[in-house]
């Protein structure tokens, strides 16, 4: 009978793997941005005119302050040029502002119920309600006018809408304003409920594309696993069997939608290969070439991994003496650049790589990814090599870590 392992599966403490460790990775925002550049509106003075436009109820009563502020104004301006006495016409027109104030208050009431019919209705509802309240308007400040300043003539008959003219129009202006209001907010949140339903949609494909990965990835490993079992190879089982309980394990933190920096993802690319390596031992030779600012770059979680999966399937594997796989990363500019190389023979035709055995399944997922997360600005590039050998380059815009990447020695 076989000696059993040592240490059972979880048990063990992971062996001291080349990769950088990382360990508060929960939580890491989507694409977080730094703030813009000089000459944007400061955060704080957003912050205060996002509390005063909070609600709809505020927002209403802004607009009456404002409005009616400068229809007082205008009222004013009128009196000085009839070189009236500002002492008791301000009162006067103190009085229109509160006959006004109340009047809107009315006609809001009536505008929420009748808002959502038919455009005719509305619009001869808003002609004939302005029209009236202008009349009403216009003679209830008449008749209180010999009230409130002395030696005001009183005005009688027709007198008592000689500003029913004036008083509608700004009845009217208030009126298209109220609807104007809620015509934009009522399409902003139509484009709101668009955007969420389009990046929900994005969310459930990108989910979709990472999570498939997942069986393919597993079967093989299994598989492996189940060949060191069948060749007595118990303790490089259990150590696989490790292995892969902490690649997984990173894969459940880091959600398909996030994005994570090169150095992160270099991490976990070193659980991949700490797995794969069980398994080809020396046969496989995996270089890194990653420049300093590429590091701190972010990138889609998981975003190499299929492509060294696909690399190792199809130019390491079939070889007796292995291959190496060469990756790159480097800042032009704005731009990530993201390489990766193998030895192996190629392929026929770079333009149906899916059809050849199915070879093409972690590329194509790689490339629909990234037209989900960056649909008009990256690229991705296949190539055969000179002499022998396939190549695949990704460029993105380049987006920093909020936090400098530690320094760290890449797997080897």
Request: charged fraction near 20%.
């Amino acid at each position: 009978m076989s000696n059993k392992p040592t240490n059972p599966l979880g048990s063990q403490a992971d062996e001291p793997h080349n990769a950088p460790e990382h360990n508060n990775v929960r939580g890491q925002a989507l694409g977080v941005r730094p703030p813009g550049p000089s000459g944007e509106i400061p955060a704080n003075t957003m912050s205060a005119l996002n509390r005063l436009f909070s609600t709809k109820e505020a927002t209403f009563w802004l607009f009456q302050l404002f409005g009616w502020t400068g229809y007082f104004l205008v009222r004013t301006f009128q009196a000085i040029t009839f070189e009236l006495d500002l002492r008791f016409a301000s009162v006067q027109y103190l009085a229109a502002v509160v006959i006004g104030v109340s009047m809107t208050i009315v006609l809001r009431h009536v505008y929420r119920i009748v808002r959502d019919k038919p455009l005719p209705l509305v619009l001869l509802m808003v002609v004939v309600l302005c029209a009236s309240f202008g009349l009403l308007f216009s003679s209830l400040e008449l008749a209180l006018a010999p009230v409130i300043v002395p030696g005001f003539q009183r005005a009688v008959g027709l007198e008592l809408f000689s500003n029913a003219m004036f008083e509608s129009t700004a009845l009217f202006a208030w009126s298209a304003i109220y609807f104007g209001y809620h015509y934009y907010t009522g399409l902003q949140e139509q484009k709101a409920q668009v955007l969420k339903a389009t990046a929900m949609a994005h969310q459930a494909q990108l989910k979709m594309l990472r999570y498939q990965l997942n069986p393919h990835f597993l079967f093989n490993t299994l598989n492996a696993i189940s060949t060191l079992v069948l060749d007595k190879s118990e303790q490089d089982a259990n150590k696989m069997l490790t292995k892969l309980s902490s690649f997984l394990r990173y894969t459940l933190v880091n959600q398909p939608t996030q994005r994570i920096s090169l150095d992160k993802e270099l991490y976990a690319l070193g659980l991949y290969l700490d797995i794969e390596k069980v398994r080809f031992q020396d046969r496989l030779t995996v270089e890194f070439d990653i420049d300093d600012k590429a590091k701190i770059a972010l990138v889609p979680s998981l975003i190499l991994q299929p492509l060294i999966e696909n690399a190792i399937k199809y130019a390491v594997a079939p070889s007796i003496d292995g291959g190496t796989i060469t990756v790159c990363a480097k800042v032009v500019g704005t731009r990530l650049i993201l390489a990766l190389k193998d030895s192996g023979p190629g392929v026929d035709d770079i333009h149906h790589l899916v059809s050849q055995s199915g070879s093409g399944v972690g590329i194509a997922n790689t490339r629909e990814r990234l037209a989900q997360i960056y649909p008009d600005d990256h690229e991705f590039r296949l190539e055969n090599l000179d002499p022998t050998g396939f190549g695949v380059t990704i460029e993105v815009p380049c987006e920093k870590a909020e936090t400098k990447a530690k320094s760290s020695q890449l797997p080897n």
